[in-house]
């Protein structure tokens, strides 16, 4: 059979730095600590295309996915990242041609999670991972890793919080007494979506969990889906009382990590981006950082 994709290109020859699949849902058994846990992942897989070359051979990455997702059913991989570092590297030798490959999955990841312990129940989170090939001059395949988690949360408004206690300490002169300033005041609140990444040499490794901790512990307050009267009143309270800004989230988040994760290194890279789902505002904001941890430890010890 001819083999049309190794022909060379009707139109003028570019390298094409991907050419891939997208949109690619498979289920994924990982191994963690305590317990095997079935993700559902969205994977986009991509090799880069020589510009001699008419097309890329995209069954074999459809291929490729099958096999390592079936695997994991006996043989459950370590991570998300992991396996998308397996799909990497695999994707390199499926297609000689080509000198880097890319493979990155989405997946909804669960945690026990309440107001209290009698509220818990399975919160979802998301889980990003992205593994990056590439093939040296003499063969040798290095790979470097991505690993993220997204997390919804709270926040309140630290300015309207002020404007409102000018506004209501004319009306109840009573406010201005000094043992009120910590009063919290009612403010606009916004929905938080907050994203960490992490970008990591194989053989390196970051807790999920951990990572959604630091993301929760930035916002105003986390967000629950069980919350009976009395919880939800302690959720509003308990996030006017620690009124926050996006950048004050992003800034919280960043300073914290250097401590948060001391097992890793300074070199290891560090991307945060949050969003604010404004509520009396048309519009969203957002804010978004990148560095490396040495960098986020040197700002946060002065």
């Known amino acids: 059979m001819k083999d049309v994709h190794a022909l060379p290109p009707t139109d003028r020859g570019f390298r094409l730095l991907e050419v891939g699949l997208a949109d690619v849902r498979k289920p994924l058994t990982v191994q963690r600590r305590d317990r095997l ?3 559902t ?23 490729l996915l099958a096999e390592v997702v079936d695997e994991t059913v006996t043989r459950p991989v370590a991570s998300l990242e992991s396996a998308c570092s397996q799909i990497a590297r695999s994707l390199l030798a499926r297609h000689p041609s080509a000198t880097s490959s890319r493979a990155s999955a ?3 990841y669960f945690l026990a999670r309440g107001v209290s312990p009698d509220r818990e129940s399975l919160e979802d989170f998301v889980l990003l991972a992205t593994a990056r090939a590439r093939r040296g001059e003499h063969g040798a395949v290095h790979v470097v890793r991505e690993v993220g988690t997204e997390a919804v949360g709270l926040t309140a ?4 919080m002020e404007n409102v ?11 201005a007494d000094p043992s009120l300033a910590d009063l919290p005041l ?3 609140n916004q929905r938080n979506r907050t ?3 992490f970008e990591l040499e194989e053989g390196s490794e970051v807790e999920a969990d951990r990572m959604i901790e630091a993301i929760e512990a930035a916002q105003s307050s986390p967000t629950y889906a069980i919350l009976k009267r009395g919880d939800e009143a302690r959720v509003v309270v308990d996030a006017h009382r620690h009124p926050r800004f996006v950048e004050d989230v992003l800034r919280s988040l960043l300073a914290s990590l250097g401590a948060r994760f001391p097992d890793l290194a300074d070199s290891v ?9 404004e509520s009396i505002h048309k519009y969203n904001v957002v804010a978004s950082h990148a560095a490396t941890l040495g960098e986020l430890r040197a700002n946060s010890n002065p």
């Open 186 to 188: 009612v403010t606009h």
């Open 157 to 160: 408004c630290p300015c309207a």
């Open 41 to 63: 992942a969205t994977f986009a897989v991509a090799v880069d295309l020589p510009a001699g070359r008419k097309g890329s051979d995209l069954s074999r990455n459809a291929e």
């Open 106 to 108: 989405r997946a909804v």
């Open 269 to 277: 890279y560090v991307r945060a981006e949050t969003v604010s789902e």
């Open 37 to 39: 846990v079935t993700l």
């Open 195 to 197: 994203r960490l990444t």
């Open 165 to 175: 206690r000018e506004q209501l300490t004319e009306r109840y002169p009573l406010l």
